[in-house]
């Protein structure tokens, strides 16, 4: 059974920082990318960024580029999520996602393409 648990959102305000992290557990284990995901209410789930363990590639949405950081360790199956420079419209509940398959990197924008999914945490910015 692989399980996956985020941590670290809260209350922050504009302009302020957090970091998320996510740790995934289970028998043999491994994941070819890990990513994180959004879904504001109302909003579908939405892609924030995703980390390739292979080179150590990562991929981000324009709308978080130069503010977010995501970062990992492959062995210890965690990845991280640094959020500085935050704003309102970043408000969402956050997912670490897993994907075992080994794909292009455009699909990893797609929530389809993740196998296994954590509970959320909420992240709220206020103005």
């Known amino acids: 059974q692989v399980q996956l648990v985020e941590s670290g959102g809260g209350l922050v305000q504009a302009g302020g920082s957090l970091r998320l992290s996510c740790a995934a557990s289970?028998?043999?284990?491994?994941?070819?990318?890990m990513g994180w995901f959004r879904q504001a209410p109302g909003k579908e789930r939405e892609f924030v960024a995703t980390?390739?363990?292979?080179?150590?590639?990562?991929y981000y949405a324009d709308s978080v580029k130069g503010r977010f950081t995501i970062a990992g360790d492959n062995a210890q199956n965690t990845v991280y999520l640094q959020m500085n420079s935050l704003k309102p419209e970043d408000t969402a509940v956050y997912y670490c996602?897993?994907?075992?398959?080994?794909?292009?990197?455009?699909?990893?924008?797609?929530?389809?393409?993740?196998?296994?999914w954590g509970q959320g945490t909420q992240v709220t910015v206020s103005s």
């Open positions: 289970g028998r043999h284990f491994s994941s070819y990318a």
């Open positions: 996602a897993a994907d075992l398959r080994p794909t292009i990197w455009i699909l990893l924008r797609n929530p389809a393409q993740y196998d296994y």
């Open positions: 980390i390739v363990w292979s080179g150590a590639n990562t």
